[in-house]
């Protein structure tokens, strides 16, 4: 039921494999499809979720297969690591991860491996 959901657009469900018979029966993670479906359901939303949520809903309408890693959040295109935070999260749990970046909030402007968040929606 919940991949049809997810192939409604209603829902995005993140595995760490492309298919297999275990992400089948269990995915990683659940995420709303788009934001605007988590505030019909409930007035509070925890920040991080929010974030996460966007971030995987730009990134998978513009085309790009996202997956769960065992390090940081998104990985995305097999190649490239996002962890997605606020204006202060550091790189502590990715520094030692090849192109790994950070997706941040409540920042104007990226500085090398830091993106705003908000830029992501450009990709939509």
Same mark, same amino acid.
């Given at each position: 039921?919940? /991949?049809?959901?997810?192939? *409604?657009?209603? =829902?995005?469900?993140?595995?760490?494999?492309?298919?297999? =018979?275990?992400?089948? *029966?269990? &995915?990683?993670?659940? /995420?709303?499809? +788009?934001? +605007?479906?988590? /505030? *019909?359901?409930?007035?509070?939303?925890? #920040?991080?979720?929010?974030?996460?949520?966007?971030?995987?809903?730009?990134?998978?309408?513009?085309?790009?297969?996202?997956?769960? &890693?065992?390090?940081?959040?998104?990985?995305?295109?097999?190649? =490239?690591?996002?962890?997605?935070?606020?204006?202060?999260? *550091?790189? @502590?749990?990715?520094? @030692? #991860? &090849?192109?790994?970046?950070?997706?941040? @909030? @409540?920042?104007?402007?990226?500085?090398? +491996?830091?993106? &705003?968040?908000?830029?992501?929606?450009? =990709?939509?």
């Amino acid at each position: 039921m919940l /991949y049809i959901l997810d192939r *409604a657009n209603l =829902l995005n469900i993140l595995s760490s494999e492309a298919a297999s =018979l275990k992400n089948m *029966a269990r &995915p990683d993670k659940v /995420y709303c499809d +788009n934001t +605007n479906i988590m /505030y *019909a359901l409930t007035e509070s939303i925890d #920040t991080g979720t929010k974030r996460e949520t966007f971030f995987l809903n730009q990134l998978r309408s513009a085309g790009h297969k996202v997956f769960y &890693p065992k390090q940081g959040d998104f990985l995305v295109d097999g190649k =490239l690591l996002f962890k997605i935070g606020g204006k202060q999260k *550091a790189f @502590d749990q990715i520094k @030692d #991860t &090849p192109d790994s970046y950070l997706a941040v @909030d @409540d920042e104007e402007v990226g500085r090398g +491996n830091r993106i &705003p968040l908000w830029m992501f929606g450009f =990709l939509y």
